[in-house]
C-alpha cells in the first residue's frame, strides 16, 4: 500500500522505510487528495519525533513540506466551503479551527427526505449544507484555536453580544477566566445561527490546545482529534502536535488489542479512548451506540488518519490479502485485518513514547502495583526524562517499560483504560458543568434533552437490533 507521509520512528531501533505525500501548500486545505493513498515524494528528518519544536511559526518549520496530509479529511467542496464562509462572520482572529462531529460526518446512513422547514433546526441555510446533512439536519460543531483569549472575546462579544449567556454581561475578563482557569479550557457557545446554519463553537487557547494534544493533560480535545474533523484553518505549531497526538492514539490502542484485530476494532478502540471517563456515557445522555456509528459510517476517513502511521510503525501491519487490490483503501466496506508485534521490548518502547502527562500517570499506577521505594522510582523517572534531548536512545524503553509491556494482557489494558478514565474524568466532567455558565441554564438544558432523546432513541434502535437478530436465529433454525 502506498504511503499518505514520512514517518519515522524507533519503536525497535528501526523504523519501516519512511516516505511521504504529494499535496497543496501546506497552510491550506488539500484540494484534490481522495481517501486513497497519495505518491511518496520524499523522507522526513528520522529525529522528528524525538525533538519535536512546538516554538515553530510557519510551515516551512515542519519536518517536511507535507507533513501531516494524512489529517486534512476530504469532504464536499461546496459544504467546505460553506463552512468556511461561517468563519468569515467572526471578526475576532481564529488562528486554527476545525468543524466535527456528526453535523459534518454521518453518523448514520444518510436519510433519503429532504426536511422540511418545519422540522430543520436551520433557519435558512445554504444549499451545500441542506445537501450534506440530507434528511437528517444537525447543529455543526466547531472549534476556533486562538492566540489571546481575552482579546478574543473581547471583539467578539463586540460583534456578537448574543452569542453569549449573561456571563457575557461581566466583559471579557470574566469570559476569558471561565475558559482558561475551569474544566478543559474550552469556552462553548451552543445554540448560535451563522449564516442561516446552526452552530455550536467552542474557543481554546493555542496553548491549551497544542499542550493536550502533545501530553495528554485532559484528552478533552486530543481526543476530539483522534476521530475524523475538517480542518478549515491550519496552524503549524497545532499540525505538528496532533501528529503526535494521533501516533499517540494509535500507540494507545496497540496496548488495548490483541495480536490480531481488524480496521474497525482499531478505529473503535481509539475512538473510545475520549469517552471512557466521560460522564456522558454512564449517564443517559449519549446514544450508547455512537463509537460503533461514528466508525461505521466513517471508516475511510479513519483509514486516511491512521494508514500511514501504521505503515510506518515497525510492530504493526496490514496483514491481509485485500490490501494488494488497488484503491481497496476508499472502500467503504473493506475491513481489513492487521497484526501486531507483542515483544515486550517493542511494547516497551511504545509505553516510552506515549505522552508525557499520560505516560506519568500509567508509570504511578505501576509504582504502586509493584511497590517501588519512592527514591528509586524518581531516579527512574529522572533517567527516562523527556527534557535531556541530547540523550541518543531517550525515547527508548528501559527494564521498567518492558516489565509493564510483559503484563498479562488484559492486565495491562486495566491499567490503560484506569489512566484514561483518570485523565478524563474531571476535566469532561468540570467541562459539562461550567456549561452552565457559559450556555446559560435554557441552552444547557437544551442540549441535555436532546442527548438524552438520543441515548433513548439508541437504546431503542439496539434493542430492535437485538430482536431481528434473534428473530434470523430462529428462522435459520
Given at each position: 500500500m502506498r504511503r499518505f507521509l514520512a514517518q519515522s520512528t524507533n519503536e525497535a531501533g528501526t523504523g519501516k522505510s519512511p516516505s511521504e505525500a504529494s499535496s497543496p501548500s501546506p497552510s491550506q486545505s488539500p484540494q484534490s487528495i481522495g481517501t486513497s493513498a497519495p505518491t511518496p515524494t520524499s523522507t522526513a528528518p528520522s529525529?522528528?519525533?524525538?525533538?519535536?519544536?512546538?516554538?515553530?511559526?510557519?510551515?516551512?518549520?515542519?519536518?517536511?513540506?507535507?507533513?501531516?496530509?494524512?489529517?486534512?479529511?476530504?469532504?464536499?467542496?461546496?459544504?467546505?466551503?460553506?463552512?468556511?464562509?461561517?468563519?468569515?462572520?467572526?471578526?475576532?482572529?481564529?488562528?486554527?479551527?476545525?468543524?466535527?462531529?456528526?453535523?459534518?460526518?454521518?453518523?448514520?446512513?444518510p436519510s433519503t427526505a429532504t426536511p422540511s422547514s418545519a422540522t430543520s433546526i436551520h433557519s435558512k441555510p445554504p444549499p451545500a449544507v441542506v445537501k450534506a446533512q440530507g434528511g437528517n439536519?444537525?447543529?455543526?460543531?466547531?472549534?476556533?484555536?486562538?492566540?489571546?483569549?481575552?482579546?478574543?472575546?473581547?471583539?467578539?462579544?463586540?460583534?456578537?453580544?448574543?452569542?453569549?449567556?449573561?456571563?457575557?454581561?461581566?466583559?471579557?475578563?470574566?469570559?476569558?477566566?471561565?475558559?482558561?482557569?475551569?474544566?478543559?479550557?474550552?469556552?462553548?457557545n451552543p445554540y448560535v445561527t451563522v449564516n442561516g446554519t446552526l452552530i455550536k463553537y467552542g474557543v481554546v487557547n493555542l496553548d491549551t490546545l497544542c499542550t493536550d494534544l502533545s501530553e495528554w493533560t485532559t484528552l478533552y480535545l486530543a481526543g476530539r482529534l483522534h476521530k475524523p474533523v475538517k480542518i478549515l484553518r491550519d496552524d503549524p505549531r497545532v499540525r505538528l502536535a496532533n501528529q503526535v497526538n494521533l501516533l499517540s492514539a494509535l500507540r494507545t490502542a496497540l496496548l488495548l488489542l490483541p495480536p490480531e484485530f481488524t480496521e474497525e476494532e482499531l478505529y473503535g478502540t481509539i475512538a473510545s479512548i475520549s469517552y471512557m471517563g466521560d460522564p456522558r456515557m454512564v449517564l443517559p445522555t449519549e446514544d450508547p451506540s455512537k463509537v460503533a456509528n461514528i466508525v461505521g459510517n466513517n471508516l475511510p476517513h479513519f483509514r486516511r488518519l491512521y494508514s500511514p502511521l501504521i505503515e510506518n510503525l515497525p510492530n504493526v501491519n496490514f496483514n491481509d490479502s485485500k490490501c494488494s487490490q488497488p484503491d481497496w483503501s476508499s472502500d467503504p466496506s473493506a475491513n481489513v485485518r492487521l497484526a501486531q508485534d507483542m515483544d515486550p521490548v517493542k511494547r516497551g518502547n511504545m509505553v516510552r513514547r506515549l505522552p508525557k502527562a499520560f505516560r506519568s500517570k500509567l508509570y504511578f499506577q505501576y509504582q504502586k502495583k509493584y511497590q517501588i521505594p519512592q527514591l528509586e522510582f524518581n531516579k527512574m523517572l529522572e533517567a527516562a526524562s523527556d527534557e535531556d534531548a541530547t540523550r541518543i536512545n531517550r525515547r527508548q524503553g528501559g527494564g521498567f517499560e518492558r516489565r509493564i509491556a510483559s503484563e498479562p494482557p488484559e492486565d495491562l489494558r486495566m491499567e490503560v483504560r484506569g489512566v484514561i478514565k483518570s485523565t478524563i474524568g474531571w476535566p469532561s466532567t468540570s467541562q459539562s458543568l461550567k456549561s452552565v455558565l457559559t450556555a446559560g441554564i435554557r441552552r444547557s438544558w437544551r442540549y441535555t434533552s436532546e442527548k438524552i432523546a438520543r441515548y433513548r432513541e439508541g437504546k431503542k434502535k439496539a434493542a430492535q437490533a437485538a430482536k431481528d437478530e434473534k428473530e434470523k436465529e430462529k428462522d435459520g433454525a
Open positions: 529525529d522528528w519525533e524525538d525533538n519535536p519544536n512546538y516554538a515553530i511559526s510557519h510551515f516551512s518549520e515542519l519536518p517536511h513540506t507535507n507533513f501531516g496530509v494524512n489529517q486534512h479529511i476530504v469532504i464536499n467542496d461546496e459544504f467546505k466551503e460553506a463552512l468556511r464562509q461561517i468563519l468569515w462572520q467572526f471578526r475576532a482572529p481564529i488562528r486554527y479551527a476545525f468543524a466535527y462531529g456528526s453535523g459534518v460526518f454521518p453518523q448514520s446512513k439536519p444537525k447543529m455543526i460543531d466547531f472549534i476556533f484555536g486562538v492566540s489571546y483569549t481575552q482579546h478574543w472575546h473581547s471583539l467578539n462579544l463586540s460583534r456578537h453580544r448574543d452569542h453569549y449567556s449573561a456571563l457575557g454581561s461581566l466583559g471579557s475578563g470574566a469570559c476569558s477566566y471561565v475558559q482558561d482557569k475551569l474544566g478543559a479550557g474550552v469556552y462553548f
